[in-house]
């Protein structure tokens, strides 16, 4: 068996090895293309260039500081919509009770296995036809309705104590007073853990963006960092200041939210 | 803030629903059950279902540079789909790559839970190093990882690494034999879902009873391999499960970091990275593609179905 | 029974956000922009495409040129990424497909009704462009596309390592692998040829005395030297002697720059970089003859405007069309030598450009007349695919070439039966 200490050299090594990347990002964002692309190995850049940053938000080839302003509104509109469709849907498939309850989950349950990559082509052209193309609802909207979420939330309510929404009949309350006076003051953590999930999947969205967002002014952070990736001059030290400026809003968000998070993902009820 | 209550309050109950509410039948639940599940359906229908539907229908058309096509062939796309060595070929990849990814991040995000869980010091610190990757987008870490790590050109660190041992520069991505494009995709998918499917162990380790291990020592079992695999693993039963399910349905749907990787290549093309060439690539043939992603759409049911039955995922009545 | 766990939120405060939140969600909605409106004088409106130049100042430039047009308001999308074709593919079925965009001239657009044919805007100049790059745009005697620029394609050397290995400029496909074999030292390799390996599709073909489709659209691609070409590629790729994997492919001229190569397959637009680069340290050569009397070859990419037929305004992007490309000659010579270097189409603007006249820049105009071939208007996309994966299986996954042309046949047949039956 592994001494305490073995054990916290163990693990610190895994940490090193998972904070490579990371290394990654910061060490060639701050260094110049030379640096990067140099013959020897340069472990740190001799001069740490804070410039690059400012290169980055004045490069007009690429929206980067509009793309930023995009990928916060859609993750905050796409977080609070999901959480408002999908745990309403949740709730009333766990909770009330209706003939059909069972077969319209199971229509539920099939869409979270047909991947949205089999339905996009007809889906870009429906969202077209809507005159969504690159527009804001068209970002956003498709993807409110997921299955997964609801899916989520049906699971948590179903071990909702039912005890609580009781009481809250006996005083009167129909199903919706009870869901907003009882059930969701009593759920902010789960609702949160969800909407911290939810920002995140909406904040590194790629596929859809990248078919929706034909304007660069709807492009969001992930659509703009693919195309330095893609770009047919490749500028290192941009292409990392890049990334690690669209990865910090989501690392303070998570180092933040943690807590909430970490006991969100632990009772999502897929503990079993 | 009370996890332990928390954690209580979702302990799963039984569900089955009362015959009728306080308030009223059935029928005053049914206007609720819809009032609650109506914007949520109604949006699954016109974003999922009606798309679904389009496919369906464009399966069965001659549907190249089109999506309102008139000319109607039957089952010919499904034949093509199905005599075509690319998409046969691209299920065996999925086959493949499932076969290396579920079982070893399995086994690291089960071996980063168990390490985390038994630390005395800094063990919110590494909960978090090791659960930080999951805030990173797969555009994000396909860049980090193509441009910088296992770039193929000497300033790649991987090549940086080997060519201290005097091993000469790697194509990682390029050369399919030997196929180490596989290390370059597993490695992403590890590094960026690991830590979320540790948060899961963590949470179930935590709630495993301490007397279980205070019975197990009292019967003379040793810590270590004994207990983990009598008392840990067994009570682990249910989280395991789950994750690999979800760690299946995730690898069925990758596509970004394949998309992103591999360039040009008649390999280690996944199903939805075959369908999107068939229906979006240069081919533009919405027919074949679509009865490709029917073809799809119906294993994945069944396997839905059949796993429904036989481990009661997901079934509000026994979701334990 | 448990205890609420959140007591310290107050649900009112909580009822409260969320409402706002919602009541913020239809405002934001409505400032989203569609990008299409607003703007110009007149009301009218175009939309083009564009795939992402990389050399610097070209967006700029497209959008100053289509700023100066009066008739309509222009909104260019610059679509950055490798798959343009796809996306421009994927726009056109829908109701925001582009009215102008840059494309190739490929006969499929033609067939399904998707381009307009252009005669009437291209006649009156039919006479200045350069005749090859009338005859690849043209179908059953219409015009489809305005060229806009001509890029060849061929080696890029560094003088210096050449001399220094001892080697004249290579003569044949095996004297190529024997430069590259000289040429890799454990810091540079000998060549580069793109990641993919496919940048050199057509020239590999023509070099081994082949062609794509011959005269009567059948496939003329399936030889025994093509075969044998693909061979020595297969040689070339185990050897170690070839970059793979460099961060940017063949397009862009930084493998050469940053000297992890001493040859690289590229085109003429890099020219610019690549000489302020290098200085002097700097040559260039055809693809050289893969089979016995074969002849070498350059391969003469380029990029032409193309009219939407199912455009909603189809005359007016058609004047667009033709005022910026074929009218305002001032920008046509902006767009072909201010950024990298292409070769004008149009004759009269091509004998005025002194950036091409002398030095490197003349040698490959010498290269694109005496050597370069066009793109056949009936070698579609999906054969361009096809002929890719030859590649990929016969010189990376090491499949028997003439296993891997026999799969392609089976592909560029169907699709030849689909255009041509």
Redesign the interface.
């Given at each position: 068996m592994l001494g305490s200490a073995g054990l916290h050299f163990a693990t610190g090594v895994c940490a090193l090895l998972f904070l490579v990347p990371f290394y990654l990002i910061v060490r060639n964002a701050l260094s110049t293309d030379a640096e990067i692309t140099g013959e020897d190995w340069q472990w740190f850049p001799a001069d740490v260039r804070w410039d690059n940053l400012t290169e980055l938000f004045d490069d007009t080839t690429v929206p980067f500081g509009r793309s930023l302003w995009n990928s916060a509104v859609v993750g905050v509109l796409h977080t609070v919509g999901t959480l408002l469709v999908c745990s309403l849907a949740g709730y009333g498939l766990a909770r009330i009770p209706y003939r059909h309850a069972d077969r319209i989950f199971y229509a539920v349950l099939v869409t979270l296995m047909v991947p949205a990559a089999v339905t996009f082509v007809p889906s870009f052209v429906l969202v077209s036809s809507l005159g969504w193309v690159s527009s804001l609802q068209g970002l956003v909207v498709p993807g409110l309705f997921s299955g997964f979420t609801c899916f989520l939330f049906r699971q948590y309510f179903l071990g909702f104590p039912r005890e609580l929404e009781e009481a809250a009949r006996v005083d009167g309350l129909g199903y919706w007073g009870a869901y907003w006076r009882i059930v969701v003051p009593n759920s902010l953590n789960f609702f949160a853990a969800i909407a911290t999930i939810t920002f995140i999947s909406g904040w590194n969205a790629f596929l859809w963006p990248l078919v929706i967002g034909q304007d660069q002014e709807a492009w969001t952070v992930q659509v703009a960092l693919s195309s330095y990736m893609t770009n047919q001059t490749v500028n290192f030290h941009l292409i990392f200041m890049a990334t690690a400026v669209s990865i910090l809003p989501l690392v303070l968000v998570f180092l933040f939210l943690q807590r909430w998070l970490v006991q969100g993902v632990a009772q999502t009820g897929i503990k079993g | 803030?009370?996890?332990t209550?928390?954690?209580?309050?979702?302990?799963?109950?039984p569900?089955e629903?009362?015959?009728?509410?306080?308030?009223g039948g059935?029928r005053?639940?049914?206007l609720?059950?819809?009032?609650?599940?109506g914007?949520?359906?109604a949006?699954?229908v016109?974003?999922?279902?009606?798309?679904?539907g389009?496919?369906a229908y464009?399966s069965f058309f001659e549907a190249?540079?089109?999506?309102t096509p008139d000319k109607f062939i039957g089952f010919d796309n499904y034949a093509l789909m199905l005599t075509n060595g690319d998409f046969t070929g691209s299920l065996v990849t999925f086959t493949v790559f499932a076969a290396i990814i579920v079982p070893v991040t399995w086994a690291l995000s089960l071996g980063?839970a168990l390490?985390?869980h038994?630390?005395?010091?800094?063990k919110a610190f590494?909960?978090?190093?090791?659960?930080?990757?999951?805030?990173?987008?797969?555009?994000?870490?396909?860049?980090?990882?193509?441009?910088?790590?296992?770039?193929?050109?000497?300033?790649?660190?991987m090549n940086?690494v080997l060519g201290w041992f005097g091993v000469?520069n790697t194509?990682?991505?390029?050369?399919?034999?030997p196929p180490w494009y596989w290390l370059v995709i597993v490695t992403v998918r590890l590094?960026l879902q690991a830590?979320?499917y540790m948060?899961?162990f963590?949470?179930?380790l935590?709630?495993i009873p301490p007397v279980l291990y205070e019975a197990a020592a009292i019967d003379g079992a040793r810590?270590?391999w004994q207990t983990f695999r009598h008392i840990t693993l067994p009570q682990l039963?249910?989280?395991s499960?789950?994750v690999v399910l979800?760690l299946l349905?995730a690898a069925?749907?990758a596509?970004?970091e394949f998309f992103?990787l591999l360039?040009?290549?008649?390999?280690g093309r996944p199903p939805?990275v075959e369908?999107?060439y068939t229906?979006?690539?240069?081919?533009?043939d919405?027919g074949a593609?679509?009865a490709g992603?029917v073809i799809?759409?119906l294993l994945?049911?069944m396997?839905?179905l059949l796993q429904?039955r036989f481990l009661g995922f997901?079934r509000?009545d026994d979701?334990? | 029974m448990p205890a609420p766990s959140s007591s310290t939120w107050d649900r009112r405060s909580v009822l409260r956000a969320a409402a706002g939140l919602a009541a913020l969600g239809p405002l934001a909605a409505c400032g989203g922009d569609t990008g299409r409106e607003g703007g110009g004088g007149s009301g009218k409106s175009l939309v083009q495409y564009f795939h992402a130049y990389g050399e610097a100042g070209t967006q700029e430039a497209i959008k100053r040129y289509a700023k100066a047009y009066d008739e309509a308001r222009v909104t260019t999308q610059w679509i950055t990424g490798t798959n343009f074709e796809s996306k421009l593919f994927s726009a056109l079925l829908t109701d925001d497909a582009p009215d102008v965009f840059e494309f190739h001239p490929q006969l499929q657009l033609i067939r399904s009704g998707q381009v307009a044919p252009l005669d009437d805007i291209i006649d009156p100049v039919k006479a200045d462009f350069n005749p090859a790059d009338i005859a690849s745009h043209t179908v059953d005697g219409k015009v489809y596309g305005v060229r806009m620029i001509d890029d060849p394609q061929f080696f890029y050397y560094r003088k210096s390592l050449l001399e220094k290995a001892g080697l004249g400029v290579p003569r044949s496909l095996d004297e190529l692998a024997e430069a590259a074999a000289a040429l890799t030292t454990d810091k540079v390799k000998g060549l580069f040829i793109g990641n993919s390996m496919v940048s050199t599709n057509h020239a590999l073909v023509w070099a081994a005395g082949a062609d794509q489709l011959d005269d009567r659209n059948r496939i003329a691609y399936h030889t025994d030297d093509v075969a044998a070409a693909l061979k020595v590629y297969r040689r070339m790729f185990t050897s170690g002697h070839l970059l793979l994997d460099a961060p940017a492919d063949y397009w862009d001229p930084s493998a050469l720059v940053q000297g992890l190569t001493a040859i690289q397959w590229c085109g003429m637009w890099a020219m610019p970089v690549m000489q302020k680069a290098l200085g002097d340290d700097l040559g260039i050569f055809p693809f050289p003859p893969a089979a016995p009397g074969a002849k070498p070859a350059v391969y003469n990419g380029g990029w032409s405007m193309f009219v939407n037929a199912k455009g909603e305004d189809v005359d007016l992007a058609k004047d667009y069309v033709k005022w910026l490309w074929i009218d305002q000659k001032e920008y046509q010579e902006d767009w072909a030598l201010g950024y990298g270097f292409h070769i004008p189409p149009r004759t009269s603007i091509a004998e005025s450009a002194t950036e091409l006249k002398s030095g490197l820049p003349a040698e490959a105009v010498k290269l694109f007349t005496d050597y370069g071939r066009f793109d056949n208007i009936s070698w579609t996309q999906a054969m361009i695919t096809a002929f890719e994966e030859v590649v990929a299986n016969a010189v990376r996954k090491g499949t028997d070439p003439e296993k891997a042309l026999d799969a392609a046949d089976e592909k560029v047949g169907r699709e030849l039966e689909k255009l041509f039956a």
């Amino acid at each position: 068996m592994l001494g305490s200490a073995g054990l916290h050299f163990a693990t610190g090594v895994c940490a090193l090895l998972f904070l490579v990347p990371f290394y990654l990002i910061v060490r060639n964002a701050l260094s110049t293309d030379a640096e990067i692309t140099g013959e020897d190995w340069q472990w740190f850049p001799a001069d740490v260039r804070w410039d690059n940053l400012t290169e980055l938000f004045d490069d007009t080839t690429v929206p980067f500081g509009r793309s930023l302003w995009n990928s916060a509104v859609v993750g905050v509109l796409h977080t609070v919509g999901t959480l408002l469709v999908c745990s309403l849907a949740g709730y009333g498939l766990a909770r009330i009770p209706y003939r059909h309850a069972d077969r319209i989950f199971y229509a539920v349950l099939v869409t979270l296995m047909v991947p949205a990559a089999v339905t996009f082509v007809p889906s870009f052209v429906l969202v077209s036809s809507l005159g969504w193309v690159s527009s804001l609802q068209g970002l956003v909207v498709p993807g409110l309705f997921s299955g997964f979420t609801c899916f989520l939330f049906r699971q948590y309510f179903l071990g909702f104590p039912r005890e609580l929404e009781e009481a809250a009949r006996v005083d009167g309350l129909g199903y919706w007073g009870a869901y907003w006076r009882i059930v969701v003051p009593n759920s902010l953590n789960f609702f949160a853990a969800i909407a911290t999930i939810t920002f995140i999947s909406g904040w590194n969205a790629f596929l859809w963006p990248l078919v929706i967002g034909q304007d660069q002014e709807a492009w969001t952070v992930q659509v703009a960092l693919s195309s330095y990736m893609t770009n047919q001059t490749v500028n290192f030290h941009l292409i990392f200041m890049a990334t690690a400026v669209s990865i910090l809003p989501l690392v303070l968000v998570f180092l933040f939210l943690q807590r909430w998070l970490v006991q969100g993902v632990a009772q999502t009820g897929i503990k079993g | 803030m009370s996890t332990t209550t928390t954690r209580d309050a979702t302990r799963p109950v039984p569900a089955e629903a009362p015959a009728a509410g306080p308030r009223g039948g059935v029928r005053g639940s049914t206007l609720s059950f819809w009032l609650f599940t109506g914007p949520f359906l109604a949006g699954l229908v016109v974003f999922v279902y009606v798309p679904i539907g389009w496919s369906a229908y464009l399966s069965f058309f001659e549907a190249r540079y089109t999506v309102t096509p008139d000319k109607f062939i039957g089952f010919d796309n499904y034949a093509l789909m199905l005599t075509n060595g690319d998409f046969t070929g691209s299920l065996v990849t999925f086959t493949v790559f499932a076969a290396i990814i579920v079982p070893v991040t399995w086994a690291l995000s089960l071996g980063l839970a168990l390490m985390v869980h038994r630390l005395r010091f800094m063990k919110a610190f590494f909960r978090s190093v090791f659960f930080l990757p999951t805030a990173c987008s797969f555009v994000a870490a396909s860049l980090i990882w193509k441009m910088s790590i296992f770039s193929g050109v000497r300033f790649g660190l991987m090549n940086t690494v080997l060519g201290w041992f005097g091993v000469e520069n790697t194509a990682w991505l390029a050369d399919p034999d030997p196929p180490w494009y596989w290390l370059v995709i597993v490695t992403v998918r590890l590094w960026l879902q690991a830590g979320f499917y540790m948060i899961l162990f963590l949470a179930a380790l935590q709630n495993i009873p301490p007397v279980l291990y205070e019975a197990a020592a009292i019967d003379g079992a040793r810590p270590g391999w004994q207990t983990f695999r009598h008392i840990t693993l067994p009570q682990l039963r249910a989280t395991s499960t789950a994750v690999v399910l979800l760690l299946l349905v995730a690898a069925y749907q990758a596509f970004d970091e394949f998309f992103n990787l591999l360039a040009k290549s008649t390999w280690g093309r996944p199903p939805l990275v075959e369908l999107y060439y068939t229906a979006l690539g240069d081919d533009q043939d919405y027919g074949a593609g679509s009865a490709g992603a029917v073809i799809l759409t119906l294993l994945i049911c069944m396997v839905t179905l059949l796993q429904g039955r036989f481990l009661g995922f997901g079934r509000g009545d026994d979701s334990r | 029974m448990p205890a609420p766990s959140s007591s310290t939120w107050d649900r009112r405060s909580v009822l409260r956000a969320a409402a706002g939140l919602a009541a913020l969600g239809p405002l934001a909605a409505c400032g989203g922009d569609t990008g299409r409106e607003g703007g110009g004088g007149s009301g009218k409106s175009l939309v083009q495409y564009f795939h992402a130049y990389g050399e610097a100042g070209t967006q700029e430039a497209i959008k100053r040129y289509a700023k100066a047009y009066d008739e309509a308001r222009v909104t260019t999308q610059w679509i950055t990424g490798t798959n343009f074709e796809s996306k421009l593919f994927s726009a056109l079925l829908t109701d925001d497909a582009p009215d102008v965009f840059e494309f190739h001239p490929q006969l499929q657009l033609i067939r399904s009704g998707q381009v307009a044919p252009l005669d009437d805007i291209i006649d009156p100049v039919k006479a200045d462009f350069n005749p090859a790059d009338i005859a690849s745009h043209t179908v059953d005697g219409k015009v489809y596309g305005v060229r806009m620029i001509d890029d060849p394609q061929f080696f890029y050397y560094r003088k210096s390592l050449l001399e220094k290995a001892g080697l004249g400029v290579p003569r044949s496909l095996d004297e190529l692998a024997e430069a590259a074999a000289a040429l890799t030292t454990d810091k540079v390799k000998g060549l580069f040829i793109g990641n993919s390996m496919v940048s050199t599709n057509h020239a590999l073909v023509w070099a081994a005395g082949a062609d794509q489709l011959d005269d009567r659209n059948r496939i003329a691609y399936h030889t025994d030297d093509v075969a044998a070409a693909l061979k020595v590629y297969r040689r070339m790729f185990t050897s170690g002697h070839l970059l793979l994997d460099a961060p940017a492919d063949y397009w862009d001229p930084s493998a050469l720059v940053q000297g992890l190569t001493a040859i690289q397959w590229c085109g003429m637009w890099a020219m610019p970089v690549m000489q302020k680069a290098l200085g002097d340290d700097l040559g260039i050569f055809p693809f050289p003859p893969a089979a016995p009397g074969a002849k070498p070859a350059v391969y003469n990419g380029g990029w032409s405007m193309f009219v939407n037929a199912k455009g909603e305004d189809v005359d007016l992007a058609k004047d667009y069309v033709k005022w910026l490309w074929i009218d305002q000659k001032e920008y046509q010579e902006d767009w072909a030598l201010g950024y990298g270097f292409h070769i004008p189409p149009r004759t009269s603007i091509a004998e005025s450009a002194t950036e091409l006249k002398s030095g490197l820049p003349a040698e490959a105009v010498k290269l694109f007349t005496d050597y370069g071939r066009f793109d056949n208007i009936s070698w579609t996309q999906a054969m361009i695919t096809a002929f890719e994966e030859v590649v990929a299986n016969a010189v990376r996954k090491g499949t028997d070439p003439e296993k891997a042309l026999d799969a392609a046949d089976e592909k560029v047949g169907r699709e030849l039966e689909k255009l041509f039956a």
